[in-house]
């Protein structure tokens, strides 16, 4: 039996030398959990706009054999994480299906992401699971990132009220910090049965008293989130002031004016949408949060996560509008993330012409002629076309 010949290497291709290899060695130009795998899959997942050639790729993550890394990219791309282009030279661009992946790995090593703003940072730890399933990517927040310091504010029972536009990641974040969160939907309808609880039927006949969110995490210790808490009357609102107090002790009047005492862990973030109509921050409630932080779009992070760089920079456009007034709407990362998926499903021009589509009514016009001015493309609303 003959031993068959190896092909040869195609026009083009780096050659691999197997002398220098990366660390660990056995591990570093083979399989997808590989030390050089990660190295490439991450340098890709930071670069999601760019079409990399093998040698850029090598420079920049300071590997010695642009050989491995040349098969660390076939493996990509045979796994549909990667697109490999041949024009004539040996190119790779991340897919979406790629940036999902790559944030599910762990750090290769200490690296080193580009900003939008000049000069590097420290890369950022690894995404984060909400309970549904999606990924939450952490964001700078003072010295640290968002979900740590979240974590650490709990710790030392300092309250938090976000602030910023729906769509901007302040349910994510929280969701993200703490996964025995609790939560309240605030809107106006909102009572305060909804906090505390109520008697609920019981089969065979009677009432049983069921108690709210608040005061199941006062008694386990657990994290309350209310959302679009300046939506919730204020009186309402009042039913949690007595438990952010020194004490932690609320009382629950339909229940027999049962006493309730918060025991350690219980927390108390809150979010708002100043720009929602009928939503009114009143005093009583900002005075008993101690951090007011301003969420907004991670335009970087849009970028990552495969938004178009002319999307992106239309977005960034109408939310400059949009605080100088000139617009009534903007779209935020929600719907710029809800882009990428209607692109990958049914093409780039129907996502445009969605993005567009979702826009209220009064801000279309603007939401249009921005997009048209970056992409350079006639867009109008997605519609059904004739048969």
Known sequence: MTTPTPPAPQAGAPQNNPAATDTPTAEAASGRSGYLYRKVALHLADHPDQILKTGEITRAIGAPSSGAVFEALKKMAAAGHATHHRDPHHRFQITQAGIDAAGTLPPAAPRTRSSSSGGGRQGRPAPVARPNGTLYHPRRLGRGWDVEELRRLRTQQVPVLLYGPPGTGKTAMVEAAFPDLLTVAG?????????????????????EFVHGPLVTAMREGRVLLVDDATLIPPRVLAVLYPAMDGRGVITIPANGNESVQAVDGFYIVAGHNPGVHGAVLTEALASRFTVHLHVTTDWDLARQLGVPKQVVAAAIDLNADLAAGKTVW??????????????????????LANLAGIAPEDARDDVTAALSRHTGTPITALALGKR
Do not use: C, W
């Not at 809107?187 to 009432?207: A, E, K, Q, R």
């Not at 903007?330 to 049914?346: I, S």
């Open 330 to 351: 903007a779209p935020q990362l929600r719907e710029l993330l809800g882009f990428v998926k209607v692109r990958d499903h049914l093409g780039m021009t129907a996502a």
């Open 187 to 207: 809107t106006g309808d909102t009572v305060v049965d909804d906090f505390l609880g109520s008697y609920n039927p019981i089969p065979g006949g009677g009432y």
